[in-house]
Structure formats: structure tokens, C-alpha cells
């Protein structure tokens, strides 16, 4: 008998060793469920950022390199995309089954809706989760019912307001930083025939931006937003329409350049920086070169002057462009392999060096950074805000944010008409995408 | 009787054979162009049959014409429409403009070389070239509207591309001047044709310049000019994607003052990842269209019945 049970403890002990050690390397063995080939591999990325990361370019390049040189057998071809086709593109590749193997996807909405569609698959399903944890808002935005759909590549603190100093007080003038302030500055400014904001909508992105800026600053969290999504909130609801109000007012204190609708949002942040504006929205990660561009110490960045009571309002959102790996890959393990490879140490410093942004992971030491206007940016967006435009429906963004924002800006429509229509076309987009529900609901839990 | 079938048989049989092999051989030109109406069956016939039944399905489950309800329904595709109606309203300015030009062509002596290139130009360039160019010289604060605004016009100094007013007769004008060219080309090619004594003819019983060409040339190029109408209200229904695209960065904006059906199927296509919504309206548009070639068909062989009785 005391031999049964010693032999009983001792299997007992061996079984729990043996599952310990199981435990430990189930993580790192996620990636690991095929032996890394051998023979000739080539992989081919579709991308964007260098258009909001000047200098990204450079990166992919010594990136993949400096990959070639680890696996010499891995060759990967990288494309460019614009900013316009990168989402239809990524879909016709989707209906083909055929194109990249890994897929540039912007944060939240964009990386899940493919994720839904079964067009990527869960990076998490190749990364392990002692890696991914590492990964700046991977778990908010881009996790799913336990899973991690992709792979946050650079973070954009979203979005800084850059204020021109010597403009402001060639009028008389300082850095607003209440929404009183800021129609004051407008009043003053459109007087003089110099726009306060420099802006362009015609591409309609910059309406997404503006969105999530000024929109965040009354919404408790994204959660509400999902909500509203849903259908247990609406988009008319005060949280969620009052900032249509305040864009009216920026239209009505003649806030922006009088050419906004005809400008794209590159145009018009060239206003800016030819001291023709004193103020503009930029990208996170191409905030530092605007401010380089015109001399960092004329520049003040800061979040949208706070107008709401919200936790959020006067604080700057955090989102994270990602990278995907597609469902019809036959090479997901090295796929993954390449992403982890470029969040390793040199090529998080690299990062910083080539674009003067942040890497989307919290191993990067900030310490390093000695800038302050970066410093001061990148340790806003970790944590920051939710980054509103991604947990909206990618057409809802585009159908009723985008255009009623050229509508607004125009005149031509006043924020409570703009509320309506996107309280109406998100009731009708319930009954197009007969899974949005089902969707956004599982994905806020 | 049994006997003489037989006979009967033995006698016809070359009948028969000599009656196929000459129908044979009158068929043979649709032996020639079997391989391209192979090619043409094989590409667009699969692809409307797809058409087809995508549009009655959501993620491959049948759905009757749940998808034909919400097009129907969708405020945005009842614009898109009405936009492509506006549009048509180029049609005869275009036809007018493109006649008159050809005349002016016709008539003139010296550099017609230079003039007709000059016109056919803007049809050549790309669309996306007109665009980029139109659009940056369209913008409010553009080359257009400063040098407006430089010889003191500041009233007509508009937000061409930016006011949902007027962003749709911009582009309608920016069609017109692109495919003018094509029209003069067609019209020039048709008059340069026609007997001469008819117009000599009627200068020697004195018409005037107004009067010979619309009494006299005119008539004689309705044929083409129908056939460019038609084919402009084709473009104007179902091939305007691409200016819309370039000029507004593929929003149809501002607002969705230039959104065209085209855009609406491209946009739930390949942006809000509705396929079978895309097939419905691109049924329904190609619905449209088959209209105005069924009218085309019919134009084209009243002509040509009026010609053989000519």
C-alpha cells in the first residue's frame, strides 16, 4: 500500500512537473507548431504608413534586410499602398484569396472586421501571449473572445493639435486651451483673414479624425460607442451628437481655411507649416516633423482644447497601425516570425530612429527618447484614449461621419441634422450587415 | 408503300445533305467569329450569371430579393440614380457641341491638322491625369478661381469641387470637355464622307453657312450623331466611375453631392464589404443600360432599313 501511494505521489509529482513545464512553453511553443522551413520562402507585405510615418520606408527596407540575413531562405517583397486603396485593395485580395501574406490593417474596427470575415488569422494563434502582451493596445482594439486578430506595428497618439506660437502672438494671442479660448482665437484670427485650424476634408479622412477628437470627450469609453453601434445608445443621444454641435460652432467662428472642402488633409497641413494657419490636427507618429519642420520650439502639441466633461476630454487617444497575417498564407508561422522579429530590440530602436515615432510595444525605452515634445507625446498615448473612429463601422465612418462632416464644415448642414443622419444610416446598416450586431456585441464583452 | 419509302429516301438524301452543306456554308461567318463570341459568352456570361445569383444570396444563403429591398430602400442609391440622371442632361449638349465643332473643323481651311488635335486631345489623356489636374485647378484658392479673382470677376470665383451646389455641373463640365473630342472626331470622319455635290449643290442656290448645315449635313449625319448619343447616355448611366473617383478621392463628396451608381456598387463592393448589395445594384444598372442599347439596336436598324429603302 505505501508503495502504491508512494508511487501514486511520485506520478503525481512527475504529472505536475511534466504539465508545468508544458504550461510554460505552451506560449512559447504557439509559433512553434511547424519547424521553421528550410527551403526558399517568400512572403509578400502590403503596407501603408509611410504617408503619417515619414521614414517607415526605410524601416521596411533595413527590416526586411536585416531578416534576410537571420533567414536567408525568407525573401519578403513589400508594396506600398495608397491611402484610398488600401482598404479596397486588401478586399479584392480577400475575394481572390490571393495577394499578401501579411496586411497592414488600422486599429479597432479595421483589423476586426477582416478577423470577422475570415480573411486574417488570429496573430495570436502564432505570436505567444508573453510577446503579444507587450504589444501597445493589442488587447483593446484588436483582441476578439480571447483572441488577438493583429499584431500592433506603430503607435499613433491621436490626434495632437499643433499650435504655432509665433503666429498666435503675432496677433495678440496664446495657446487656447479651453473651447472658449479656442472660438475666441478663431473670432480674433478670422478677422485678420488667417485661419485659426488648417484642415482639409476632401479626402474625407480628416472628418474621422475630428470625430474621434472632439467626439471622445463626452463618451465615457469606447464601450459606448459600441453601444450606441448596437442600438442600446444613439448616435442622437447628447454623449454621442454634442460634438456635432461644436464642430457647427468651429464652422460658425470661421475656425478653418475658407478652402477646406476643396483641400485634401496633406494640403491643408501645408498651411500650417507655411505660417499660414495657427493651428493644425497631424498624425502622432508625423507630429515631431511638423514641429521640426517649423521649429520645435515655436510649436506647442497638445490634445483638442477640452469642450466636454468626459474622462477623455482634454487628453490625447492612443491607437496602434497593425499588421495582419491573411488566412491563405501558407506561411503564417513565418509570417509571424517576421513580426516578432520586428518588435526585437533593434528594430524598435530603428523605429524610433528612422520615423521619430513611437513602436507599438512597451519594451521600447522611452528613456532613450530625449525630445521632450516626443517624449511628451508618446507617454500620452500609453495609455490614451479610445481612438472613437475605430470602434464605429468602417462605412458608418465613411457614409455619415466623413460626409456630414464636408456638410457641417460647408455650412450646409447643421450638427443636429448631421446626428440624425448618422443615428439613421447606423439604424439601416443593422439591417445591411445582418451580423454587425452579433459582431460589435461580442466584441465589447 | 413500304417499298417506295426506301426509294424515297435515296432520293432526298442528297437534297438533305446539299441543303446542310450550304447552310454550312452560309453560316460561315459565325464560324469566324465563334472564338471572340466564345471569349464574350464565357467572360460576361459567367459573370452576370454570378451577378445573378449573388444578388439573391447574403454570405451564400438564398435571401429571395431581401437584397433588392435594401438598395430599393437605401437613400444613398436613390442619389447615386438621380446624379446619373443629371448627367444625362450632357447628352445634347454634347451632341450639339461636338456637331458644331466637326462643322467648324469641316469649314475650316488653314490648321484644321492642329485644330482637330487640339479638340480630340482631352479624350486621349487619362482620367486620372483630367483629375489630379482639375483638381488642383479647381480648388477655391486654385489657379481658376486667383486668376478670376485677378481680372476682378470675385463673384465667379466658386468652390467648384467643394460646394455640394455645384460639384456635380463641375464635373458634368469637365466630362463635356473630355469627351467632346470623341464626338467631333466621329461627327468630322461621317462629313468628310459625304458627296460634296450635295453641299456644292446647295451654296450655288444660295444657302448660307447656318442653313446648309442644318438643312443639309445635318440629316445626313443622324445616323453617327444617334450613335454618339446613345453611347454618351451609356457612358453618362454606367462610365463615370472614374472621374468621380480621381476628382473626390473616391468619397463622392462633399457629402454625396457626385456619388454615381458606379460608386455606390465599387463603395459596397470593395469598402463596406457588401458584395451581394454591389450585385444587386450592378443588376439593376446594368438593367438600365441594356435600355439604352436596346434603344441603340433599334435606332441602328431603323437606319439601316432606311437605307435599304433609299
Known sequence: MKNRSKAFVAGCMVAALLSTLSFTNASASVSLKKAFPTGPVTLTMWWWGDQEAPGAKLWVADTVKAYKVKHPNVTIKTVLQTTDGLVPAFAAAAAAKKGPDLQYFWGGIYAQQPGWDGQIAAVSDYIPATELKHYVNASTEESFQGKIWTAPWYLNPSFPVLARTDVLSKYGLKVPTTWKDLLNTCDVLSAKGVPALAGGVKDGWFGGWLYSILGAQSVSSSKDVVAAVTGTQKFTDPMHADWWTRLQETQQHKCWNTDINSLELYQAQQLWKDGKAAMTVVAGPDAPNFANAVGASKVVVMAMPKWGNGPFAGKMGSTSQTIGITKWSKNKEVAADFLMFSHEKAQLDNWFVRTGSMPADDRFDLNGVKDPVKKALFQSAMPGGPYLENFIPAQLDTDAVFANVQLVLKGTKTGKQAAADMQALMERLRKTDRNLVKNFTAWSK | ?310
Open chain 2, 1 to 310: 408503300m413500304i417499298k417506295t419509302a426506301p426509294t424515297e429516301n435515296a432520293v432526298t438524301a442528297p437534297r438533305v445533305i446539299g441543303a446542310v452543306t450550304s447552310r454550312i456554308k452560309g453560316s460561315g461567318p459565325f464560324f469566324w467569329i465563334l472564338p471572340a463570341a466564345l471569349c464574350v459568352v464565357v467572360i460576361f456570361g459567367y459573370s452576370i450569371v454570378d451577378l445573378v445569383q449573388q444578388s439573391f444570396k447574403y454570405q451564400g444563403a438564398w435571401v429571395g430579393l431581401d437584397n433588392f429591398r435594401l438598395v430599393l430602400t437605401d437613400p444613398l442609391f436613390h442619389i447615386a440614380i438621380f446624379h446619373n440622371f443629371l448627367l444625362l442632361f450632357t447628352v445634347p449638349i454634347l451632341a450639339i457641341l461636338s456637331f458644331l465643332c466637326a462643322v467648324l473643323l469641316f469649314e475650316t481651311r488653314r490648321g484644321m491638322k492642329f485644330y482637330r488635335s487640339a479638340v480630340f486631345l482631352p479624350y486621349i489623356l487619362p482620367i486620372p491625369v483630367v483629375g489630379v489636374v482639375f483638381g488642383q485647378l479647381l480648388q477655391l484658392n486654385g489657379a481658376l478661381n486667383s486668376a478670376l479673382r485677378a481680372l476682378g470677376f470675385h463673384s465667379l470665383a466658386l468652390d467648384w469641387l467643394g460646394d455640394p451646389g455645384q460639384a456635380l455641373w463641375t464635373m458634368s463640365a469637365i466630362i463635356i470637355w473630355k469627351e467632346v473630342g470623341f464626338g467631333t472626331i466621329l461627327i468630322l470622319a461621317r462629313l468628310i464622307s459625304l458627296p460634296l455635290e450635295t453641299l456644292e449643290a446647295a451654296r450655288i442656290d444660295g444657302a448660307g453657312f447656318f442653313r446648309l448645315h442644318l438643312k443639309i449635313t445635318l440629316p445626313q449625319l443622324k445616323p453617327v450623331i444617334l450613335f454618339y448619343i446613345i453611347n454618351e447616355a451609356i457612358v453618362m448611366v454606367s462610365w463615370v466611375f472614374n472621374y468621380v473617383y480621381v476628382m473626390t478621392n473616391g468619397q463622392g463628396g462633399p457629402g454625396n453631392a457626385t456619388v454615381v451608381s458606379e460608386l455606390y456598387i465599387y463603395r459596397s463592393a470593395f469598402q463596406n464589404k457588401s458584395p451581394e448589395l454591389a450585385a444587386t445594384a450592378a443588376l439593376l444598372l446594368l438593367l438600365a443600360t441594356l435600355v439604352f442599347i436596346v434603344g441603340f439596336l433599334k435606332i441602328q436598324k431603323n437606319s439601316n432599313s432606311g437605307n435599304s429603302h433609299e
